[in-house]
Every structure is written in C-alpha cells, then in structure tokens.
C-alpha cells in the first residue's frame, strides 16, 4: 500500500570515493546532519542508510588509504552511482587523485554510472577553484570517455554554506540515477548476482586448496610416522581416542553404560532411580529437565 502511494521511491545505493584525507566520511555525517568535525580515518568501510526526499540512500562510505583502495572493486556492482571526493586544497596530490578517478570511472562496473565530483574543502586558504580542478583532473576528457554524466559541486563539509552544496548535489545524483533507474537497477542486480556467484566460486576453491593442502600434510606425516617404526593400526587407534568429533550418539551410549555398570557394581537396580521420590531427588529431577536439551541428531542426511 505504502509504495502505491510513493511510485518514485527508490532505493539507491552510492559509493563515495576519494583518496584518504578527502573528507568522505564529513562529507556523509554533514548530509547526516550531525558534527562532521572530530572524523577519525576509516579502515575498511562503513555502510550509511538514510532518507533523502523520496529516496532510501545506502551510502557506503570507504576507506581511501592506498592500502584499502583495492577494496573498492567489491563495492562497484551494488552502487548506483559515485560520489568522488576531492580535498581541493591538497593541490600536491592531484595527480594521485586523478590516477585514482581515471581508475573508478574505467572500472566496467562503473563505467556509464552518474558521478558527483565534490571539489572538497573550498573553505581552506588555497583551495583550487573549480576551472582549476577540472584542468588538474582532465575531466572532461575522462568522463566523456568513460560515458559517464558528471556534476562538479565546490562544497565544504565543515561549514553551512558548503554543507548546502553538498546537499544540492546529491539531490541532482539521486535525480540523475531515477532518470535511468530501470537501466542503471538493471545491471546492478546483474553485477550483483554475478559477483556473489563469482565470490561463491572463490570460496569453495579457496576451501578446495586448503583440503589438499591439509590432505597432502597428512600423507606426508603418515608416511614419516611409517619410517619412524609406527605402524598404521597405532596411528589409526591414536586417532580415534583424539578426535574430537565423535558423533554425540556413541558418546551418549557409552556413557550410559558406564552409568549402568558403576549402578550393577554398587547394587543398585537400572531402574532404581525413577523410584525414587526423596524430596531431594525431585529437586535434582526438576533441575534437570529444566535444563536439559535435547540429544544432536546424528542421522546423516539422505
Ligand atoms: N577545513 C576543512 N576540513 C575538512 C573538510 N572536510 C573534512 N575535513 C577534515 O579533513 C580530515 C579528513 O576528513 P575525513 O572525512 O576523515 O576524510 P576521509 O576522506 O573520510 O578519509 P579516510 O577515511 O582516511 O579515507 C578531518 O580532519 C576533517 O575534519 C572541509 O570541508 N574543510
Ligand atoms: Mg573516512
């Protein structure tokens, strides 16, 4: 009922981007509302939810240190589009920042997605100007070879005035996504169930290389056991008292009849213990069944 009522709601989801120090995690707890200074470095990544207009926003808000930049990739299949942040007073650094942009916008997965450029920092004394910026970072150049439909916005994430544009331009990279929602929602998804099975493929082979791994260990120390004088009958009884992972079936079995034994030995009859009804007794019975839980299944599956 509710999304008859809001036919344009969306679920968007962004990444925002840009080398360490650009004021990625300020720029999103200014958009929060909250204080965006006292921001600490983020290792690895934070995922943001929030309400923007009609819209339902995932923000994910990643790490930019070299270290981490590697990361990024995981996170390009599920965004609907980029916000790219730029410390616009770093002016040392713009060659880094351009390698870093050309390398997001060339990435297949978001070659063709809306970018929001934040040339950050506008409040610092030096701060590049907008024409400038463009020039250091060959943009146009680059998005129009990369097909992707870019804004520049100059903001500052710490004062009010630069918080406004910030605002201004997520609202036009919302917009900008609703417009090709279908298209851009499309390939997401595609993107995205291909990547997990992708994911899913890596695991199990990871898992796969580890059990031979483990496997060709083994043999080995089997076979410097054999050389040693053990014979495999002892490495094969050692074994069974080691493991573990027993099924909890045997061990239940075998504990019941040790209980059954050390009963017949003291004189006791098996079934001796349910008749008893001392008051101690019951108490000892009600503990039990309150805490008891019930035995694994050891049935293997068919
Ligand atoms: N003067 C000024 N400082 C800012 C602005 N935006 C962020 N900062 C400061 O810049 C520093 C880095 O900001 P963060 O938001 O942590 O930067 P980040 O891009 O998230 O950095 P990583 O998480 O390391 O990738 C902090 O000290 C912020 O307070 C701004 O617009 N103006
Ligand atoms: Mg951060």
């Given at each position: 009922?509710?999304?008859?009522?809001?036919?344009?709601?969306?679920?968007?989801?962004?990444?925002?981007?840009?080398?360490?120090?650009?004021?990625?995690?300020?720029?999103?707890?200014?958009?929060?509302?909250?204080?965006?200074?006292?921001?600490?470095?983020?290792?690895?990544?934070?995922?943001?939810?929030?309400?923007?207009?009609?819209?339902?926003?995932?923000?994910?808000?990643?790490?930019?240190?070299e270290?981490?930049?590697?990361?990024?990739?995981?996170?390009?299949?599920e965004?609907?589009?980029?916000?790219?942040?730029?410390?616009?007073?770093?002016?040392?650094?713009?060659?880094e920042?351009?390698?870093?942009?050309?390398?997001?916008?060339?990435?297949?997965?978001?070659?063709?997605?809306?970018?929001?450029?934040?040339?950050?920092?506008?409040?610092?004394?030096?701060?590049?100007?907008?024409?400038?910026?463009?020039?250091?970072?060959?943009?146009?150049?680059?998005?129009?070879?990369?097909?992707?439909?870019?804004?520049?916005?100059?903001?500052?994430?710490?004062?009010?005035?630069g918080?406004?544009?910030?605002?201004?331009?997520?609202?036009?990279?919302?917009?900008?996504?609703?417009?090709?929602?279908?298209?851009?929602?499309?390939?997401v998804?595609?993107?995205?169930?291909?990547?997990?099975?992708?994911?899913?493929?890596?695991?199990?082979?990871?898992?796969?290389?580890?059990?031979?791994?483990?496997?060709?260990?083994?043999?080995?120390?089997?076979?410097?056991?054999?050389?040693d004088?053990?014979?495999?009958?002892?490495?094969?009884?050692?074994?069974?008292?080691?493991?573990?992972?027993?099924?909890?079936?045997?061990?239940?079995?075998?504990?019941?009849?040790?209980?059954?034994?050390?009963?017949?030995?003291?004189?006791?009859?098996?079934?001796?213990?349910?008749?008893?009804?001392?008051?101690?007794?019951?108490?000892?019975?009600r503990?039990?069944?309150?805490?008891?839980?019930?035995?694994l299944?050891?049935?293997?599956?068919?």
């Amino acid at each position: 009922m509710a999304e008859a009522k809001l036919p344009n709601k969306r679920k968007v989801t962004l990444a925002i981007l840009g080398l360490d120090n650009a004021g990625k995690t300020a720029t999103v707890r200014s958009i929060q509302g909250e204080n965006p200074e006292d921001v600490s470095p983020t290792v690895g990544f934070s995922a943001v939810d929030l309400k923007q207009g009609q819209y339902d926003v995932s923000i994910f808000d990643l790490g930019g240190t070299e270290r981490i930049r590697d990361i990024w990739k995981h996170y390009f299949s599920e965004s609907h589009g980029v916000m790219f942040v730029v410390d616009s007073s770093d002016v040392q650094r713009m060659k880094e920042t351009k390698e870093t942009l050309a390398q997001v916008l060339r990435h297949p997965r978001i070659t063709g997605k809306p970018i929001l450029l934040l040339a950050n920092k506008q409040d610092r004394e030096g701060a590049l100007q907008e024409t400038a910026i463009l020039d250091h970072l060959s943009l146009e150049k680059l998005v129009n070879q990369n097909k992707c439909c870019c804004k520049i916005v100059p903001c500052s994430a710490v004062k009010a005035v630069g918080k406004k544009a910030i605002k201004g331009g997520l609202s036009w990279l919302l917009k900008t996504v609703a417009k090709d929602y279908d298209i851009i929602d499309k390939r997401v998804q595609e993107d995205t169930s291909e990547q997990r099975k992708q994911e899913e493929k890596d695991r199990r082979e990871r898992a796969e290389r580890v059990r031979r791994v483990r496997e060709e260990r083994e043999k080995r120390e089997r076979e410097e056991a054999e050389r040693d004088g053990k014979t495999v009958e002892q490495d094969q009884e050692e074994s069974s008292v080691a493991n573990p992972f027993q099924p909890i079936g045997n061990l239940i079995s075998e504990m019941e009849k040790k209980k059954k034994e050390s009963k017949r030995q003291s004189g006791e009859r098996p079934d001796q213990a349910s008749a008893d009804h001392s008051p101690k007794r019951k108490r000892k019975m009600r503990l039990w069944r309150k805490n008891r839980v019930a035995p694994l299944n050891t049935r293997q599956p068919r």
